[in-house]
């Protein structure tokens, strides 16, 4: 049953001496996804978009007391052999894609230790954003409480799963719960203040899949923000133009849509629109090509997002 929508309320005004997070993109592969099953009414055609990763540096890193960095999402593996058998059947002419940069090397390419990430916030267990987290030695890996059962009954232990059992490290991941989502931020009623400063909250967004999750950062102290959305749409359209609808479409002589739950996927989309009509957010999703095109030169590691004036 979808989640009830609720009042829209602004965004926290800072407080004095507010901290927040420096963002920079970076570069996980690429897929080509159908349009019709993206926008109500296009035609099957492809799209050739990202899927972006993000990294995350707190404005007070230097205090050792916390940990401070993160990455939102790690894209694409390299290795497509490494995917479920259910995933490479489905996905390989669906949503053909390829690495040229993996979330680790655009990592060290611009200058980051994947051994000193922190954090790492997994939006949800679709194959395009698991990425490999080998690399991320030491890293806490944050997923939505609902993709704790996906795991479990993932592959190999289920031959026709497509969620992979070991997409993140066992022993280094935390899964939140209802409970954790014990505040309100913006137009958004279940949010956690990941540091409980202000500085970052991860919202809960299940419409897409079971434990997708989005994250909303300040990126100054004077009042900038940023939403990391994920898959809560597949085009920016989708959170621009209230008249536009999510795509459904036959598939193999099936129903599909990109969203396990079409109806939970419009309510976290008619937030978002909320949200992108305030003054001062920016806001990306996984596949924004667009901002893709416009920003790879300079908002990717070691260049950061520019807060919006």
Not at 149 to 163: C, F, I, M, R, V
Not at 181 to 202: I, M, Q, W
């Amino acid at each position: 049953m979808a989640h009830s929508q609720t009042s829209v309320t602004p965004l926290p005004p800072p407080a004095a001496n507010q901290p927040y997070m420096e963002v920079s993109g970076l570069q996980a592969g690429m897929i080509r996804l159908p349009n019709d099953l993206i926008i109500q009414g296009n035609a099957r055609t492809y799209q050739a978009c990202p899927s972006l990763s993000f990294y995350l540096k707190h404005s007070a890193q230097s205090d050792r007391r916390h940990d401070y960095n993160f990455i939102f999402d790690l894209g694409l593996r390299r290795d497509w052999d490494s995917y479920p058998p259910e995933t490479r059947k489905h996905y390989e002419k669906l949503m053909p894609c390829e690495v040229p940069q993996s979330v680790a090397e655009s990592c060290e390419k611009g200058g980051i230790d994947p051994a000193k990430v922190e954090r790492v916030i997994i939006s949800h267990l679709h194959f395009d954003h698991i990425g490999d987290h080998s690399p991320f030695t030491k890293a806490t890996f944050i997923l939505g409480g609902e993709g704790k059962a996906s795991l479990e009954d993932g592959y190999p232990g289920n031959p026709l799963s497509k969620t992979l059992a070991d997409s993140t490290p066992k022993d280094r991941t935390v899964f939140l719960n209802p409970d954790d989502f014990n505040t309100s931020v913006g137009p958004f009623p279940r949010a956690k203040d990941l540091f409980e400063d202000g500085s970052v909250y991860v919202i809960d967004t299940p419409g897409h899949c079971a434990g997708h999750i989005t994250v909303l950062a300040r990126t100054s102290a004077d009042g900038a923000w940023i939403f990391l959305g994920g898959d809560v749409a597949h085009d920016t359209r989708l959170l621009t133009d209230d008249a536009t609808r999510i795509g459904t479409t036959a598939e193999s002589g099936e129903s599909y849509c990109m969203h396990r739950d079409p109806a939970q996927a419009m309510v976290d989309i008619g937030r978002v629109r909320e949200l992108v009509k305030m003054p001062r957010v920016e806001f990306l999703i996984a596949h924004d090509w667009k901002w893709f095109e416009d920003n790879l030169g300079h908002a990717f590691l070691p260049g950061k997002v520019v807060p919006k004036v």
